[in-house]
């Protein structure tokens, strides 16, 4: 049995490209991973099955625990590369949720990434990097940097990942939200607000690359941007309130995680992030927590 972590993550900067033909968008993404966990744990089996348990506030309601599922999925691509015997290699996989379902925050990448990784390690695989990180894309834009963890830029359709260098040590308050909104119809959402507009080619601002490296927390504030904001409060305009207690509550900047509903709090520290949680209590604001950033990508916690 061998139990394997991945962490959620923040896009730091999301510069979304007009829509390919594929029907992805090409964008240009600063990640960095942070700590809210997901834990996945394998048993050889005879064959697939997936088992859910969650921390008190996560909705496991709509993760699927079929085929659908993406530890699944990821574990049969294992399979399907190595030309294993499909009837023979098969696992009951556990998933324990710390990362709140359809947030933005890329859990269900976690549970992928942190399946390959288990999987590998249980079968004595030994998968080259550069061949779990090409399954890794297959199975979804924001996987290969599940597998890596720390802070990096995501190219293509976010897949693509170069490793950026992060001297800081940064604070965010997480402030989950009641229901989750689909990645997709963000997308959408995106794509009719942008129509006729001239769309730039996205790219990281330096700025952004100069904080990360010298640790400046207010340059990180100041430089912070979501291009998938401006539709997913269109389509959930309650959030606006969250970004705006946040900021009245202190934190020196927010965002919303991706393509939300999830928003992210910079703090100075955990001392200023536990006081704006409490702050934001008083205000009625719950499924709060604070998570430290960066963290490692997937790896093993236990083997027995
Ligand atoms: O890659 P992933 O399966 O996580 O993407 C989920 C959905 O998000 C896609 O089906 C697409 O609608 C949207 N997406 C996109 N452009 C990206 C990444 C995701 O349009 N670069």
Same mark, same amino acid.
């Given at each position: ?53 969650? +921390?008190?506030?996560? =909705? &496991? $309601?709509?993760?699927?625990? #079929?085929?659908?599922?993406? !530890?699944? %999925?990821? @574990? ?43 999987? +590998?390690?249980?079968? =004595? &695989? $030994?998968?080259?990097?550069? #061949?779990?990180?090409?399954? !890794?894309? %297959?199975? @979804? ?59 730039? !080619? ?103």
């Amino acid at each position: 049995m061998i139990t394997v972590r991945a962490a959620a993550k923040v896009n730091l900067h999301l510069g979304v490209g007009r829509r390919r033909p594929d029907g992805y968008h090409g964008l240009v993404t600063a990640y960095q991973a942070i700590g809210l966990y997901d834990d996945v744990t394998v048993e050889g089996d005879s064959e697939w099955s997936v088992h859910l348990r969650g +921390d008190a506030h996560i =909705d &496991l $309601q709509s993760v699927p625990v #079929d085929e659908e599922n993406l !530890a699944v %999925r990821a @574990g049969r691509e294992l399979v399907a590369h190595h030309g294993l015997d499909e009837t023979t290699y098969a696992a009951r996989i556990e998933i324990h949720k710390g990362i709140p379902v359809a947030g933005g925050l890329a859990g269900g990448s976690a549970d992928a990434a942190a399946a390959l990784v288990a999987l +590998d390690r249980l079968w =004595d &695989l $030994q998968t080259p990097d550069d #061949d779990l990180l090409g399954i !890794a894309a %297959r199975l @979804g834009s924001d996987v290969p940097f599940a597998l890596v963890g720390g802070t990096a830029t995501g190219t293509g359709r976010g897949e693509q990942i170069a490793r950026l260098p992060d001297g800081g040590d940064w604070w965010w308050v997480v402030v989950g939200s009641e229901r989750g909104l689909a990645t997709p119809e963000v997308y959408a959402r995106f794509d009719q607000l942008l129509e006729g507009a001239t769309v730039a !080619a996205p790219e990281i601002p330096h700025r952004l690359v100069a904080a990360l490296e010298t640790g400046d927390v207010i340059g990180l504030a100041e430089s912070l941007e979501n291009d998938l904001q401006a539709a997913a409060l269109d389509l959930r305009p309650d959030l606006r309130r969250t970004l705006d207690d946040g900021r009245e509550t202190g934190a020196l900047a927010g965002l919303l995680s991706g393509s939300g509903p999830t928003v992210l709090l910079l703090c100075e520290d955990r001392g200023h992030a536990q006081g704006v949680v409490r702050a934001l209590t008083d205000r009625g604001h719950a499924q709060l927590s604070v998570a430290t950033a960066p963290v490692a990508g997937a790896h093993v916690v236990t083997h027995v």
